[in-house]
């Protein structure tokens, strides 16, 4: 019961983080933390210093017309502990830029809160690896063949006001390992975490909560 509790709370953290993806036209196995508190590279390796493979360079033919960055996310949460590993990159509502990172072990240890000032270009430098990699294409990558319900759910997520490309101003893309994720793809999403992790330093601290789980 205790799993079954933990995997359905997760699956409404995420809802919640991200949102309804939007239809984008149209993969291989998980284990990446998010923030990297308790994390290995989960396998892949620098994707600058790689060519990109064929399904990479597939999804990056896709035009899928993006506006403004105004959000991102990566967590990797959910397993059968019911951790949360969660960062999320957003501009506050004093202009600023900040990186929020949500940690707990499992659904019964406190939910530390932190979050970090990060540059002015932050969203900047999160958007040129999401557009290299043409994120917003992967809204609709097939189904994974196997998955463990034990495990963390990796999941990557972007809204977008996309007003100026015709769209709404509110347009969320995301995707997650429930979906096949394409060959050389846990490179570049190692590259984007590691572009959100950079501002988790003890100089940026901005603040830091703990707070009971229910």
């Known amino acids: 019961m205790a799993v079954v509790m933990a995997f359905l709370g997760i699956l409404s953290f995420l809802s919640g983080c991200v949102g309804k993806k939007q239809p984008a036209p149209g993969g291989t196995a998980s284990g990446i933390n998010a923030s990297g508190i308790n994390a290995t590279d ?3 390796t ?3 210093a790689e060519e990109y493979s064929d399904e990479i360079k597939a999804l990056q033919a896709v035009d899928v017309p993006v506006g403004e960055l105004l959000k991102c996310i990566i967590s990797d949460s959910g397993n059968s502990n ?7 990159l957003e501009r506050g509502e004093d202009g600023k830029i900040y990186l929020t990172v949500e940690y707990s072990n499992a659904y019964w240890e406190p939910l530390v809160t932190s979050v970090y000032l990060a540059d002015d270009d932050a969203l900047d430098q999160a958007l040129a690896i999401i557009k290299e990699y043409n994120f917003p294409a992967w809204n609709d990558l097939p189904e994974a ?3 463990a319900l034990d495990d963390s759910i990796l999941h990557v997520g972007m809204i977008f006001d996309n007003t100026s490309v015709g769209g709404g101003e509110y347009d969320d893309y995301g995707f997650s390992d429930y979906e096949r994720i394409p060959e050389g793809g846990f490179a570049a999403i190692n590259r984007f975490r590691s572009c959100l992790k ?3 330093t003890d100089d940026r601290l901005v603040s830091m909560t703990k707070e009971k789980q229910d």
């Open 198 to 200: 950079q501002w988790i």
């Open 82 to 88: 019911g951790n949360t590993d969660c960062m999320t």
């Open 46 to 48: 620098d994707a600058a």
């Open 145 to 147: 063949e196997e998955m």
């Open 42 to 44: 989960g396998g892949g």
